[in-house]
Structures are given as C-alpha cells and as structure tokens.
C-alpha cells in the first residue's frame, strides 16, 4: 500500500509505485497511490469494533501484520499498550509506517521488517496480534501459516484479531464461491480466496484458538458513504482529484467497484475475536489439515 504518487519527492517517507502500469497493478495498491487510508473491507467502523471488543490495555504487547499505512497502527497506540511491534514484508512499506506513526506522535513503535509466516520474534511474545485484510489474499497454505504464527507468538489466553473479507451466506454453493472468488481476482489483479463465516471460524479452531466474538458488516469500500466515513470529506476529495489526474484510474476503480456491486449480495466484511488455547500441540496438528 502506497501513498499519493503526489507526495513530495524529497520526501523519504513516501512510497511509489509510480513505476507500474495503472491497469496491472493490485486495486490496493492504486487505492492507497490515490490517496485511500482506510482499506480494509468493513472499513474503520469494524476496526474500531474490533479494538474496541478487544480492549488494548497497558498491559498489552501488541503484533500487528501488515500495517499497510498506520491507521490501525495509531488506534492501536492510542490505547496505551505497554508495546507494539508492527511485522511489514515491504522494507519500503515498513519504513513509511515507522515514518508516519513517529510524525504521529509514536515514536517508539517499531515496523519490523519480516514475513507474518516466520515471525523474528520469540514465542510468547504477544498478548494481541492483529491481522486485516491479508489472509483472504493468501493460498491455504499460507493463510494456515499465518495463523499458526499468530497462535505461537501469542502467550496463553492472547487475543487474536482478524477483519477479512468473507461470502455468506454460510450455505453459499461452492459454485458460487469460486466464481464470486474468480471474478474478484480478475479485477483486482490479486488472488482472492475467502470463505464463509464459519469456516473462517473453523480455520482459527482447528489451530487451537477459541472464537469469542464475530461480527458482520457490508462490504462497501468504495461506495460515497463508506468513503466519506473511513476517509473524510477531505479525503475523499483528494482521492477523487487523483483518481481524475491519473490516466486509466477511473476505469479501473469503476470495475472494481462494480464487480463489488454485482456480488454484494454475497460478500461481506467478518471480524472475529479469538483467544488462544491451553497449548501448542493443538495448533501444531491442525497445522497439518487442509483450510479449503
């Protein structure tokens, strides 16, 4: 995720992806190159219902997975954890996160660089990990990693908190799914895999977590409310201006944004709030069963 491509060029904070071609790259990434912040698919309301259920403490060692640009990261902060480490694969990315949280105030809030499936850091680390928006982009081997990874980093009775995107409802045929899935993948130019809500309910039990709370919302990321309440009047006016300015970004938020619209029916936003197990052993044998 990226920022403006308008951003300052001695600004060695920013991030650029001016390099690749509008109609190619990921639609997140276009998305944060316009100027979005918020691109989670229930928006910063199911962020905010997940750190609210979750409840940051001083208490709290805090991982974050993908921080993207800092917005979770700052809500994160500003409830006072005794720690916070975000886990960031892009070294770029990781430092324009480390950047923008010190502008924000969080100077001591270090971006590691370093994959959510092999974390640099020892087990028992954490009482929350965070994750949004990555896992239905992920291979079923990969999703199964991550969250394994969450599970050995997180001390016993450790919260893990996810926001993805899911299908519903429940009984959904598989047919519909992988289509729903195939159309999605073809406009965005990302692999989409996501699944209903109980089985992204049953992935996180097989590994030893027990769901606490869940909820669901709309997916309407690109719709003028959701907008205007995730980025602002400002922010939405900047991201239209860019989207204007940059040849072939209208046409591509506009497929975007409609095969949304043609599955809306069917997708929606899950947030789940998960506590860890008794042990390892649990996770480590589920570990070994196929997600999907």
Sequence with gaps: MVPTPHADAHDDTAL????????????????????KRVLRPGGIEMTRWLLQQGRVTAVDDVIEFAPGLGRTAALIL?????????????????HFT????ARAGFARAPIVHGNATAVPMADDSATMVVGEAMLSMQTPATKRAIM?????????DGRYLIHELAVAPDSLDAA??????????????VGVRIG???????????????????????????EPDRMMQDEGLR???KFLFNAVRTPGAVRRLRAVRGVFRKHREHLCAVGIIARKGAGYAAGAHAAQSELL
């Design 16 to 35: 650029s992806f001016d390099h690749l071609d509008v109609r190619k790259m990921p639609a997140h990434w276009l998305m944060a190159r316009l100027g």
């Design 98 to 101: 480390e950047c923008a949280l």
């Design 78 to 94: 500003g409830g006072g954890p005794r720690s916070y480490a975000g886990i960031e694969r892009d070294a770029q990315a990781a």
């Design 148 to 156: 394994s990874e969450a599970f050995r980093l997180l001390r016993p």
């Design 196 to 222: 209903t809500v109980r089985e992204w309910t049953r992935w996180l039990e097989d590994l030893g977590f027990t769901i606490e709370q869940k909820t669901t919302m709309p997916m309407r990321l690109l």
């Design 235 to 237: 922010g939405v006016v």
């Design 176 to 189: 519909v799914v992988a289509q729903i899935q195939k159309d999605l993948s073809e406009v965005i130019h």
